[in-house]
């Protein structure tokens, strides 16, 4: 054979090549779509999801069109919401947990169509992945502070629904609060809503009123930094983002939600055609976990603040580490144990031992 007509054939192999690669990579910009559960104003959840795909859009910059749905309810209008976006997008972010029955359902309508459902846990189609942050990792680092901080031995909880996801939060605040103030109380409030400035401030007022000094949410707005700031001597916690504008003598650090750098990869991966389902659930040590300034508090307290959040980075310490009991007193975890992600901490549906509020129905 001459060495003209090999090098044809390769030229042609290699033609192939690239043709086969770039027939599974997008030509046209990725079209994005976000559904969100409130207001990108609500400077909690749903601002820290827009944050996220405004990273991704200025990662991505002209390869990406965004498009974003506020105050989409957990009901029928989620389902109608996320089939008008199937029809012309490439990937949707469906941002709530109760937003996973409409997106499967969806999504076996529109198999060539992505979905990334936020806080989920089935994927019974390969065109869904769920995604989650080990918010859990966070609570730990605020329930040693609160710890330290009470002066009245009682933390305060506003409680949106009792999911796993804030079931976790609420067991893993008070684990830590209780290692470093065994007299530590917690009283628990269900709101059943996810941003209602009214109810969460109603809420805050009341655990003020039976004696707690710090208050924690695992709510959406900056209602209960606010009521904080306003009564003197109770210090609060933001969520999903930094909230310290709405206490700046109350506010003792935020958990932050750091959606951007995963938006901006599974965008990447739709352009490129690497696109898979998957589950992430990642926490601190992977940055999806993060905490504002630690503020309004002495320096051993914001040291041993600053050494935990290290101890989770590097993996050092679990949140859930036994002996823990569960509330009734039965066991959980023996000594040194942790548990496994599946079922335990998925599925969690019990508070440990010591937490004397009654477990919602």
Same mark, same amino acid.
């Given at each position: 054979?001459?060495?003209?007509?090999?090098?044809?054939?390769?030229?042609?192999?290699?033609?192939? &090549?690239?043709?086969?690669?770039?027939?599974?990579?997008?030509?046209?910009?990725?079209?994005?779509?976000?559904?969100?559960?409130?207001?990108?104003?609500?400077?909690?959840?749903?601002?820290? #999801?827009?944050?996220?795909?405004?990273?991704?859009?200025?990662? #991505?910059?002209?390869?990406?069109?965004?498009?974003?749905?506020?105050?989409? &309810?957990?009901?029928?209008?989620?389902?109608? !919401?996320?089939?008008?976006?199937?029809?012309?997008?490439?990937?949707?972010?469906?941002?709530?947990?109760?937003?996973?029955?409409?997106?499967?359902?969806?999504?076996?309508?529109?198999?060539?169509?992505?979905?990334?459902?936020?806080?989920?846990?089935?994927?019974? /189609?390969?065109?869904?992945?769920?995604?989650?942050?080990?918010?859990?990792?966070?609570?730990?680092?605020?329930?040693?502070? &609160?710890?330290?901080?009470?002066?009245?031995?009682?933390?305060?909880?506003?409680?949106?629904?009792?999911?796993?996801?804030?079931?976790?939060?609420?067991?893993?605040?008070?684990?830590?609060?209780?290692?470093?103030?065994?007299?530590?109380?917690?009283?628990?409030?269900?709101?059943?809503?996810?941003?209602?400035?009214?109810?969460?401030?109603?809420?805050?007022?009341?655990?003020?009123?039976?004696? &707690?000094?710090?208050?924690?949410?695992?709510?959406?707005?900056?209602?209960?930094?606010?009521?904080?700031?306003?009564?003197?001597?109770?210090?609060?916690?933001?969520?999903?983002?930094?909230?310290?504008?709405?206490?700046? /003598?109350?506010? *003792?650090?935020?958990?932050?939600?750091?959606?951007?750098?995963?938006?901006?990869?599974?965008?990447?991966?739709?352009?490129?055609?690497?696109?898979?389902?998957?589950?992430?659930?990642?926490?601190?040590?992977?940055?999806?976990?993060?905490?504002?300034?630690?503020?309004?508090?002495?320096?051993? !307290?914001?040291?041993?603040?600053?050494?935990?959040?290290?101890?989770?980075?590097?993996?050092?310490? #679990?949140?859930?580490?036994?002996?823990?009991?569960?509330?009734?007193?039965?066991?959980?975890?023996?000594?040194?144990? /942790?548990?496994?992600?599946?079922?335990?901490? *998925?599925?969690?549906?019990?508070? !440990?031992?010591?937490?004397?509020?009654?477990?919602?129905?």
């Amino acid at each position: 054979m001459s060495n003209r007509r090999l090098t044809s054939i390769l030229k042609l192999s290699l033609l192939s &090549a690239i043709m086969a690669f770039t027939s599974n990579v997008f030509a046209d910009p990725v079209r994005a779509a976000f559904v969100y559960i409130g207001p990108t104003g609500d400077h909690g959840w749903t601002y820290a #999801h827009d944050q996220g795909a405004n990273y991704a859009k200025d990662y #991505h910059g002209d390869d990406v069109v965004i498009t974003r749905i506020e105050s989409v &309810a957990e009901n029928s209008d989620a389902a109608r !919401v996320i089939t008008s976006l199937a029809r012309k997008n490439d990937i949707i972010f469906t941002t709530s947990f109760g937003y996973m029955e409409p997106t499967i359902k969806v999504a076996a309508r529109y198999p060539d169509v992505k979905f990334e459902h936020a806080t989920g846990y089935q994927r019974p /189609t390969d065109n869904i992945s769920t995604y989650s942050a080990r918010f859990y990792e966070g609570r730990h680092v605020i329930g040693k502070i &609160a710890g330290r901080i009470t002066k009245n031995n009682v933390i305060g909880y506003i409680a949106s629904f009792p999911i796993p996801e804030v079931i976790r939060g609420i067991n893993s605040a008070f684990l830590a609060a209780k290692s470093v103030n065994p007299d530590i109380q917690m009283k628990i409030v269900w709101v059943y809503t996810w941003f209602d400035p009214g109810k969460e401030a109603d809420a805050a007022n009341a655990l003020i009123a039976q004696g &707690a000094d710090i208050i924690m949410q695992h709510t959406d707005s900056t209602a209960a930094m606010t009521v904080a700031e306003e009564n003197e001597g109770v210090y609060a916690f933001g969520q999903a983002s930094d909230m310290s504008a709405w206490g700046p /003598t109350s506010h *003792l650090t935020s958990i932050i939600d750091y959606w951007g750098p995963y938006y901006a990869a599974r965008i990447r991966a739709v352009k490129d055609g690497t696109w898979t389902e998957t589950d992430t659930f990642d926490g601190v040590p992977e940055g999806m976990v993060a905490f504002s300034a630690l503020e309004n508090m002495p320096d051993d !307290v914001r040291k041993e603040a600053e050494q935990t959040i290290l101890d989770l980075e590097f993996s050092d310490v #679990h949140p859930f580490t036994g002996p823990i009991n569960k509330q009734d007193g039965s066991p959980w975890l023996a000594d040194g144990e /942790t548990p496994p992600m599946f079922p335990d901490l *998925l599925t969690m549906d019990f508070y !440990v031992e010591g937490i004397d509020s009654k477990y919602p129905n």
